[in-house]
């Protein structure tokens, strides 16, 4: 699974991403911003209101981000099989 979303962090502008491997407790990004892991981020993703998330991993331009509160398995499996298209 491969999406475009979008991310800020508190007191920054939004950044284009392209998300990846979106699970209920996570997801992985790859952008040129430069979140430094334990940061707390929001991504906004179709139909939902922006979700909180800590950047828990950094490797070059990838970065793996857990959810503050997990999605619902549901919503994220619903998520999965809309971002698909």
Known sequence: MR???RFREAGFNPFDVELF???STG????TYARPQV???IWVS???LQPLEAIVRR???NAHGCEFV???HPSVAQHLQAKLRR
């Open 27 to 30: 997801f992985r990004m790859v």
């Open 58 to 60: 950094v490797d070059g």
């Open 45 to 47: 993703l179709p139909g």
């Open 38 to 40: 334990g940061k707390h």
């Open 21 to 23: 491997d979106l699970s």
């Open 3 to 5: 999406a475009n979303a």
């Open 69 to 71: 509160h997990p999605l």
